[in-house]
């Protein structure tokens, strides 16, 4: 009989010993614990490494999967090296997924598809007229570097020429935009 | 368990990561240490809906800002329709906005080689200002300042008159480089 209670304490190391000791039988709720865990953090890296929310869970999907059953076959020899295994998983995906999405993308353009991305684990949480009151609110010069760079995820050598700012400039700008607007929007206490 | 960080990422370093400034060694770095972090992958989270958040008000035509030529190429190459108004100094346009327009756009135009600050200020029909746009960026070698203009607000207004300046400013002198006056009439086939 597993022990459902106190996965929440274990750190993810803990967690990964204890779905490696129960082996092939699994562990449910250590390995449902990890999966809350890692999901956000692995979507995350597939959306800065792909750029595409679909690809993103597609990443999410394969590196939890491998990565669980890397544990229970005991392929990870050392659970508290997760973490690294978790990275050199999602390495390996993301190059099968550029593959993969290069050719839907080409399927896409052929198609004309235009799907929207409908994924209950990203659904939107920021409140919108709170984020456009609080951009309103920025000094001119914060508004236009934000946009310009948060539009496309530019950059600042490619924001920078056109605004006659210099790159380091144009972080500084950035940086001072952005703390001020998380802070308006989730609060002073919010992060690093 | 989320312990908390030891070596917390910091806004502008997690902003260099998530805009791809990083040198390959130092974005892998960050990568392992984003996957086994609860704590700074929140923070990056958080970043990310934000930078989402911005680009969803841009599409949907709801920020007023200054913006570069550079940049509205990329918007029209992406396939959103912008309408733009050029307007020399001292000049007046008819204008609306059109229910598939994405963007409607200003382009003030003005001498603006050699200056320091520009600020563009709205005015009323009386002439009162009730908006001041301090320091804007600008591109002296395009002459003129590129203002996108609030889409969803103008789709919704009356006819009316807006008269816009645009100054150089200087310490805490300030001189008039061109007044543009703009009057707006609902897309004709508003009902």
């Given at each position: 009989?597993?022990?459902?209670?106190?996965?929440?304490?274990?750190?993810?190391?803990?967690?990964?010993?204890?779905?490696?000791?129960?082996?092939?039988?699994?562990?449910?709720?250590?390995?449902?614990?990890?999966?809350?865990?890692?999901?956000?953090?692995v979507r995350?890296?597939g959306r800065?490494h792909l750029r595409d929310d679909h690809a993103a869970a597609d990443l999410v999907q394969q590196?939890?999967?491998?990565?669980?059953?890397?544990?229970?076959?005991?392929?990870?020899?050392?659970?508290?090296?997760?973490?690294?295994?978790?990275?050199?998983?999602?390495?390996?995906v993301v190059?099968?997924l550029r593959?993969t999405h290069a050719r839907r993308e080409?399927l896409l353009?052929?198609?004309?598809g235009d799907a929207p991305v409908a994924d209950p684990a990203v659904?939107?949480?920021?409140?919108?007229?709170?984020?456009?009151?609080?951009?309103?609110?920025?000094?001119?010069?914060?508004?236009?570097?934000?946009?310009?760079?948060?539009?496309?995820?530019?950059?600042?050598?490619?924001?920078?020429?056109?605004?006659?700012?210099?790159?380091?400039?144009?972080?500084?700008?950035?940086?001072?935009?952005?703390?001020?607007?998380?802070?308006?929007?989730?609060?002073?206490?919010?992060?690093? | 368990?989320?312990?908390?960080?030891?070596?917390?990422?910091?806004?502008?370093?997690?902003?260099?990561?998530?805009?791809?400034?990083?040198?390959?060694?130092?974005?892998?770095?960050?990568?392992?240490?984003?996957?086994?972090?609860?704590?700074?992958?929140?923070?990056?989270?958080?970043?990310?809906?934000?930078?989402?958040?911005?680009?969803?008000?841009?599409?949907?035509?709801?920020?007023?800002?200054?913006?570069?030529?550079?940049?509205?190429?990329?918007?029209?190459?992406?396939?959103?329709?912008?309408?733009?108004?050029?307007?020399?100094?001292?000049?007046?346009?008819?204008?609306?906005?059109?229910?598939?327009?994405?963007?409607?756009?200003?382009?003030?135009?003005?001498?603006?080689?050699?200056?320091?600050?520009?600020?563009?200020?709205?005015?009323?029909?009386?002439?009162?200002?009730?908006?001041?746009?301090?320091?804007?960026?600008?591109?002296?070698?395009?002459?003129?300042?590129?203002?996108?203009?609030?889409?969803?607000?103008?789709?919704?207004?009356?006819?009316?008159?807006?008269?816009?300046?645009?100054?150089?400013?200087?310490?805490?002198?300030?001189?008039?480089?061109?007044?543009?006056?703009?009057?707006?009439?609902?897309?004709?086939?508003?009902?």
């Open positions: 009989m597993q022990d459902e209670s106190g996965q929440a304490e274990l750190d993810d190391a803990g967690l990964a010993r204890r779905i490696a000791a129960a082996g092939a039988r699994g562990h449910a709720a250590a390995e449902a614990e990890l999966y809350r865990r890692l999901a956000p953090r995350l890296y800065k590196v939890l999967l491998m990565t669980l059953e890397g544990l229970r076959a005991g392929r990870l020899r050392e659970p508290d090296r997760l973490v690294s295994f978790v990275f050199g998983t999602c390495r390996m190059l099968e593959r080409r353009g052929i198609y004309g659904a939107p949480r920021l409140d919108h007229d709170r984020l456009q009151q609080c951009l309103e609110q920025l000094p001119e010069r914060e508004r236009s570097v934000l946009v310009m760079t948060f539009y496309e995820d530019a950059p600042a050598r490619a924001v920078a020429g056109a605004l006659g700012l210099s790159e380091g400039n144009v972080r500084v700008v950035r940086h001072r935009g952005l703390q001020r607007l998380r802070d308006c929007v989730y609060g002073r206490e919010a992060g690093p | 368990m989320n312990r908390a960080c030891a070596s917390p990422i910091t806004l502008a370093t997690l902003a260099e990561y998530w805009l791809g400034e990083l040198d390959a060694e130092r974005e892998a770095e960050l990568d392992e240490h984003l996957l086994g972090c609860g704590e700074c992958s929140a923070a990056l989270a958080g970043l990310a809906e934000l930078a989402g958040g911005v680009r969803a008000l841009v599409r949907a035509g709801a920020v007023r800002t200054v913006v570069t030529d550079a940049f509205l190429e990329r918007l029209a190459a992406a396939g959103r329709k912008v309408r733009e108004y050029r307007v020399p100094p001292g000049g007046s346009v008819n204008c609306t906005v059109a229910p598939d327009d994405d963007l409607l756009v200003s382009r003030l135009e003005a001498p603006l080689a050699g200056l320091e600050q520009v600020d563009v200020v709205l005015l009323d029909i009386p002439g009162k200002p009730y908006e001041r746009l301090r320091d804007v960026p600008f591109d002296a070698k395009a002459g003129a300042v590129v203002v996108t203009e609030r889409v969803d607000t103008l789709r919704a207004a009356p006819a009316g008159r807006v008269r816009v300046q645009l100054y150089a400013v200087r310490g805490e002198a300030e001189r008039l480089l061109g007044e543009y006056t703009f009057n707006h009439a609902p897309w004709p086939g508003r009902g």
